[in-house]
């Protein structure tokens, strides 16, 4: 029987470039979760099916990623770059409404939601024995877009367009306000929102959260978030 060696060797040899650099190797791995996910389900993927599937050795695949957290990581972290972007220079001089709008208006996803809810099914169930796993995709998830909105809330309290005692605590639940809820489809995939409605969530909650903070001309209308002695 070929060794993973030899197999990723023969795997190139058929049509991928002998080298690749890291971010090349990166880019193979994550096309090859999604592939074999698509065939064979999450008990499929195995970091063996992953090295075959990209056409590389295993210690190849190890080399780019520690374990299958680093991994899904990874996968979720690209898939949030093609949803949320950095603001432009010409952007960051709207008003909080725009650029919230810019920042995180629900966007067509590059695939099913499948692959992406499968993982947090994954992550959920394993973080009881390896809590760092689901620290770490809340870190890298949720607490990246909530810091994305923190900086947008800091930048309108320091305008004047905005008067929020707890910036950070208004950024989650403006977060939770804007997107569909991750328990719903999780129980009810099949009830996925389609790419209008989510918009329509997402302007419902945005709506209410700046009426409670702004007024139509940017000055404050009323103060949210935690008290701070």
């Not at 809820?181 to 945005?206: H, T, V, W």
Request: charge should be neutral; glycine fraction near 6%; hydrophobic fraction near 45%.
């Amino acid at each position: 029987m070929a060794s993973d060696t030899e197999q990723g060797s023969a795997r190139i040899g058929a049509g991928r470039p002998a080298t690749m650099d890291r971010e090349d190797r990166r880019a193979a791995i994550l096309d090859a979760l999604d592939a074999v996910f698509r065939r064979h389900g999450m008990s499929g993927v195995t970091m063996a099916a992953l090295a075959r599937e990209a056409g590389m050795s295993k210690r190849t695949l190890y080399e780019v990623f520690d374990d299958r957290a680093a991994l899904f990581d990874a996968y979720l972290a690209r898939l949030r770059r093609t949803l949320v972007r950095p603001l432009s220079e010409e952007e960051l001089a709207l008003p909080l409404a725009e650029r919230l709008r810019f920042l995180l208006a629900p966007r067509p996803l590059p695939g099913p939601c499948d692959l992406p809810l499968a993982i947090l099914r994954a992550v959920i169930a394993e973080t009881p024995e390896t809590p760092a796993m689901g620290r770490s995709m809340y870190d890298n998830g949720p607490r990246v877009m909530q810091d994305l909105i923190r900086v947008e809330l800091d930048r309108a309290v320091r305008r004047g367009e905005a008067d929020i005692a707890d910036t950070d605590a208004a950024a989650a639940l403006l977060r939770d306000m804007i997107r569909p809820n991750a328990l719903d489809l999780l129980m009810c995939p099949d009830r996925a929102p389609s790419l209008e409605e989510a918009k329509a969530r997402f302007e419902l909650g945005l709506d209410i959260f700046l009426r409670a903070v702004t007024t139509p001309t940017g000055g404050s209308k009323t103060t949210i978030g935690l008290a701070k002695d």
